[in-house]
């Protein structure tokens, strides 16, 4: 997969008039925090940034979590992509090992910089490695030619290992003519010098773009922190005016946002391409900033699909996909990364879709998450066996007590599934009770959505596709059940001509009622198609029972001793409980949950409404009901 040069993207803005922006982000510390950034990642695609850049850590301290969060930003989260590399404490294996790592994600871009030394020691050149950034520019252009687009960092205030200003922009030029593409500078707050910065480089023949690089101001304690360490001088007037506000961090960020605004306006007007923005990995500042300058419009709130499209560019089209994956798109990411095209119509326009084969890599790997299960220990500094805490709650000795995990995950008291990384997302907000109901009493589910009739594609909750559109979905649940639960729920569906469903066990045994792809999600906007971008298919689940089933065993079962009572438990479920999926595609006033309430309150046949599909749209039962 390959994805564009951001000095060809920068030249299309160039030639259009068009100002851009970009986002840096850093690896966060905690598996937790990574995930927060891959959401937050999902959001701020909204904004369209010309690209985003992932930090190397001091030292190349977060080396191989820098090359992940780049692949998944470029290929998952559909977002051009610009890895950091650094010379500290990288010899030139690991170099041409990161790169190489790098180029077959179908990441194109590379921040060559020199780098900080590890904290509290001083910097110095690693044997087999390089001292500069111009040498690690140069051979990246020698070993890989013009594959990788190259930019290097700028200092508007000279680098505090230079004795001027003028020797500092004398080796910049030197990144550049080594093959640098174009160039971004260190954060500042004085538009004067950065002005004076781009002159004098162009008076020594650096012609190629600079990016400003701009930080918002977040609390005070932080910025005096952040421009004392970097020894960026700051205007008298941003100190003046922070003085009286400094212990109010909500009028400190306010200021923050203001000050950037000016600063960008000066910046734009000055001629600058773009806008570099340093996140700290925080999004309000930067999306109040972007309005403010009216570089953002209320549309771009609204996703282009429901799901974060890639970046990769034989993905660029890409516009069907099966619902199954929907918590987990970066599987289906790398499942499908051999496909030379993908549907950008309907599913079934694409001929038998080929999976990749089933692997750690889309398990999570077999080591399960941190706090999986409560036999879980790490070994902590001098040897000390440390347990670490259990996410899922006591060892389970019941299925009732698997069942109570499914629903604490359903009512927000648990965080995570092996089946979902993220929290219940916010389309399921208004089902989560009726979830709950499920789960409770043995139907538990791993994806659903609730029925959509009709809304604004800018419906913050359930909208997407830009502004001016109509979006639809039909109700959705997939679940495991026990063998009983099934054949009754199947009895019932005979019942239910509204309802299609498809059961398969580990197995294989496959139980359904219907054939081919039925479209879940679509929407309809002024002069195009009708968009299906969701979609249920049946071999489509035949691949996909195959992680679900993998996920539970080595992400959950395999956190307890082989012998003990919630392994066998788990490991009892797994080999006969089936994997479910139902759609309602009475999507007006059908019911999703009245077969599940019926079987609950022991009646063998639905409830009779005035609804098309013979399922009530409530229920009254004093036994159970949602």
Request: aromatic letters at 12%; proline letters at 5%.
């Amino acid at each position: 997969m390959t994805s564009m040069k951001i000095i060809d993207k920068i030249q299309k803005k160039k030639e259009s008039n068009t100002p851009f922006y970009s986002f840096e982000y850093f690896p966060p510390k905690t598996m937790e925090g990574v995930q927060n950034l891959y959401d937050r990642l999902g959001r701020m695609l909204l904004f369209e940034p010309l690209f985003i850049d992932i930090t190397w850590g001091a030292g190349g301290s977060t080396s191989a979590l820098t090359l992940e969060i780049a692949e998944k930003a470029q290929n998952v989260c559909g977002l051009e992509t610009m890895m950091h590399l650094t010379c500290t404490n990288m010899p030139v294996s690991e170099i041409i090992y990161a790169l190489d790592k790098a180029k077959s994600t179908g990441i194109r871009n590379i921040l060559a910089l020199r780098g900080d030394p590890p904290r509290g020691e001083e910097w110095k050149k690693i044997e087999g490695g390089f001292g500069y950034a111009a040498d690690l520019v140069r051979f990246i252009r020698q070993k890989y030619g013009d594959y990788f687009c190259i930019s290097v960092a700028g200092y508007p205030e000279g680098h505090s290992d230079c004795v001027s200003k003028e020797e500092d922009i004398r080796y910049l030029k030197e990144k550049v003519d080594a093959g640098a593409d174009f160039i971004i500078t260190q954060l500042f707050y004085d538009c004067d010098i950065f002005c004076e910065f781009v002159e004098k480089c162009r008076a020594i023949g650096i012609n190629c773009p600079i990016i400003p690089g701009i930080m918002p101001i977040q609390t005070y304690a932080g910025f005096v922190r952040m421009t004392t360490l970097s020894k960026t001088k700051v205007p008298q007037y941003i100190m003046d005016n922070l003085e009286p506000i400094k212990d109010n961090d909500e009028e400190v960020k306010k200021y923050g946002v203001r000050l950037c605004v000016e600063m960008s306006k000066r910046l734009l007007d000055f001629g600058v391409e773009g806008l570099h923005f340093y996140t700290l990995n925080l999004e309000r500042s930067v999306r109040k900033v972007l309005k403010g300058l009216q570089l953002v419009t209320p549309d771009q709130l609204s996703p282009f699909l429901p799901w974060a499209q890639s970046a990769a560019g034989n993905r660029l089209k890409e516009e069907v996909r099966p619902i199954f994956w929907q918590n987990r798109p970066r599987s289906y990411i790398a499942r499908t990364g051999s496909w030379d095209e993908f549907p950008n119509g309907r599913w079934g326009d694409y001929r038998s879709p080929a999976f990749g084969d089933l692997s750690d890599y889309h398990l999570g790997g077999v080591t399960p998450p941190p706090g999986a299960g409560n036999n879980n220990t790490n070994t902590a500094t001098g040897g000390d066996s440390v347990v670490v805490p259990n996410i899922y709650g006591d060892s389970p000795q019941s299925e009732q007590d698997i069942y109570n995990v499914f629903a604490s995950y359903c009512s927000g008291n648990i965080k995570r599934l092996p089946w979902n990384d993220s929290p219940l997302s916010l389309e399921s907000e208004n089902i989560k009770e009726q979830l709950v109901f499920l789960n409770k009493n043995g139907f538990l589910t791993i994806n659903s959505q609730p029925a959509i009739n009709g809304v604004l594609s800018t419906d913050k909750q359930h909208g997407w596709g830009g502004k001016n559109g109509i979006v639809y979905k039909k109700a959705y649940i997939e679940f495991f059940a026990s063998p009983e639960n099934t054949l009754k729920l199947i009895e019932y569906f005979k019942k239910c001509p509204m309802i299609t469903y498809h059961a398969v066990n580990r197995k294989g045994d496959s139980k359904t009622n219907t054939k081919g792809t039925n479209a879940v999600t679509w929407g309809i906007f002024p002069g195009k198609e009708i968009i299906q971008p969701t979609v249920v298919d049946i071999n489509s689940f035949m691949v996909w029972k195959d992680e679900a089933f993998a996920l539970w065993e080595t992400q959950w079962a395999t956190t307890y001793a082989t012998s003990s009572t919630s392994r066998t438990l788990i490991d009892s479920m797994i080999n006969n409980y089936y994997l479910i999926n139902i759609v309602d595609n009475n999507f007006i006033n059908g019911n999703i949950f009245q077969p599940f309430v019926d079987l609950v309150n022991n009646l063998s046949s639905p409830v009779l409404s005035s609804s098309s599909n013979g399922i009530q749209s409530s229920t009254t039962s004093n036994t159970a009901s949602i």
